[in-house]
């Protein structure tokens, strides 16, 4: 069995799924689907959703719909079709022909709304919006019918047409369905199914004036395109009994189901609509593919990979309740997939200059390094070296504390892959004390790779041949907010707990030359220092710019 399917014995949404059509089944087959509204992009929720649905297809051999709820077109747009269509893709949820559109069903919508007037289960409210929350009442409160739920259904069915053609001004009227004011759910109290929205559609341009809400579209949407089940997150719990409802009443045959399944959610990540675009809009980050965000787009941008997002939701497995998964689980994941796939390179992002002075002034000498990874495919390569080097700048001490393995002041460490080294003077600058340089020997018998089994030294460091060096830019990432618990969506404003230091710039580093020539979204392993990935926004020709994605542990820093 394979690692997805080994998932799915554990599964409950699987096994309540396999139990429901043993009892009764359907007369089609499996179909599930993703039905985003294209008002803005998708992030690390919406992929456990997307993989959800994809995967309950696929178990049961059925197929997969990505269908886009847009019937608002105050909030959704073009832009967004395409980046979703784009995204899912990318992490290997392909629907293939199965794009679908709510808008296109604008006419079942109307006709489906036609019919429960003319059955007596809808009317035309005149309400304002303000009233119409004073009549609903409240959890503890029973809700008020309002003075124009016994219209006929004459008046309902000339002011529902009235309404389309365009007659009444936006919030004026609204079609509600004739439910129970009084019952414990509040979303069955009447709720509206339709409303005014004088608005340009993108797609549909000025067909349409009257648009239904997402509770009443989505159940026609599902029996149109033949779902079988509806699998929803926890949320839309209470708007199951209006989804039956719906179904029930325009007497459609062999309906979908609605199930639920848990809502993700990662410490320290908040994948709210409303605080990203805070987040985007008050320049607090970098658009929304900033490399922070959990939006697909920047998690793609940093340097994640399809595959380690998606071990990444199947190693969390079938959610059934609210949770909160700690997000060095995520890190994990990826550093599981990049350790094989990731060329090992050295990056000095503090650099130090080193002159190693008993080494030959215009000697150079090619050295063949191992790839720091588990995947022996990737080789060996050929790193340059020569008498000027640069190390890293914390990887000096002249007064060190007990366990500082690196190097100082009259003692020896090993060039990663070359020779042994002994610093031998420390060179500052007279007006401010700074260390600028660092004068060195070596020892030519200590050559990696020769056989040497002599002296040990405990310490290793990686470096840089400073005549050879590609300087680049690095971007380096902690977490976006200072708090690591979850945030629920729409609580109160996130902006002033964004971590100030949750983006560092280091300008000038200095990384061997076999990554002159990486292209956007490239990856590699820093040694010592993490995965990074090319930035495909900022890379230039004269420039590279590194995101690091995902950083290595260091027990000495930690310390």
């Not at 009442?137 to 389309?164: A, I, Q």
Request: net charge negative.
């Amino acid at each position: 069995m394979d690692h997805e399917n080994s998932h799915l014995t554990e599964n409950y949404l699987y096994k309540l799924i396999s139990e429901e059509l043993e009892k009764d089944t359907f007369g089609r087959e499996m179909c599930t689907r993703f039905p985003p509204e294209p008002n803005g992009y998708l992030h690390i929720g919406s992929a456990y959703a997307i993989h959800t649905n994809h995967t309950m297809a696929k178990k049961f051999n059925g197929t997969f719909h990505l269908r886009f709820d847009d019937t608002n077109p105050l909030k959704e747009d073009l832009k967004y079709v395409n980046a979703i269509i784009e995204d899912i893709k990318w992490l290997g949820y392909d629907p293939g022909e199965h794009i679908y559109y709510g808008s296109d069903y604008s006419d079942e919508f109307y006709n489906a709304a036609v019919t429960l007037i003319k059955q007596g289960k809808a009317y035309v409210c005149d309400l304002s919006p303000d009233e119409m929350r004073e009549y609903r009442g409240t959890l503890t409160e029973s809700g008020k019918n309002s003075p124009y739920r016994d219209r006929s259904v004459e008046e309902n069915l000339e002011l529902f047409l009235h309404m389309k053609q365009g007659v009444y001004p936006a919030s004026a009227k609204v079609l509600r369905a004739k439910i129970d004011m009084k019952s414990p759910n509040l979303t069955m109290r009447d709720p509206v199914i339709y409303r005014i929205i004088h608005a340009a559609h993108y797609r549909t341009g000025n067909d349409w004036c009257i648009y239904p809400m997402y509770d009443f579209a989505h159940p026609i949407q599902d029996a149109i395109e033949g779902i079988t089940y509806s699998l929803c997150s926890l949320e839309f719990r209470d708007h199951r009994p209006l989804y039956e409802w719906v179904l029930h009443e325009l007497k459609l045959p062999e309906p979908p189901r609605q199930r639920e399944f848990g809502r993700l959610n990662l410490t320290g990540v908040v994948t709210s609509k409303r605080f990203l675009r805070q987040l985007v809009e008050g320049g607090h980050v970098d658009g929304w593919d900033d490399p922070r965000l959990p939006t697909i787009r920047g998690f793609r941008r940093r340097g994640f990979t399809p595959d380690s997002i998606r071990s990444f939701i199947e190693e969390i497995g079938s959610i059934r309740a609210y949770s909160t998964v700690d997000i060095s689980l995520l890190d994990h994941c990826l550093r599981q997939d990049l350790k094989d796939k990731t060329n090992s390179v050295m990056a000095v992002l503090q650099p130090l200059k080193v002159v190693i002075t008993n080494y030959p002034e215009d000697g150079l000498e090619w050295l063949s390094i191992e790839n720091n990874s588990e995947n022996e495919s990737l080789g060996r390569r050929e790193v340059p070296f020569s008498r000027t080097i640069y190390i890293e700048r914390s990887d000096f001490m002249e007064n060190p504390p007990k366990g500082f393995h690196r190097l100082t002041l009259n003692a020896e460490v090993r060039l990663k892959g070359a020779y042994f080294i002994t610093c031998e003077e420390v060179i500052k600058d007279a007006n401010t004390g700074e260390i600028t340089e660092l004068h060195c020997t070596y020892d030519p018998l200590t050559k990696s790779g020769t056989g040497f089994t002599g002296r040990k030294v405990k310490g290793t460091i990686h470096w840089v041949s400073a005549d050879h060096a590609v300087t680049a830019d690095v971007h380096l990432y902690e977490k976006l907010l200072l708090d690591q618990v979850a945030a629920q969506d729409d609580e109160g404003d996130w902006t002033d707990r964004v971590n100030p230091e949750s983006l560092v710039i280091v300008q000038d580093a200095k990384i061997e030359s076999s990554i002159a020539e990486a292209l956007p979204e490239q990856k590699f392993q820093f040694f010592r220092h993490g995965y990074f990935s090319v930035d495909p926004r900022y890379t230039t020709a004269d420039r590279i710019v590194f995101n690091r994605i995902v950083p290595l542990k260091d027990s000495w820093n930690k310390r």
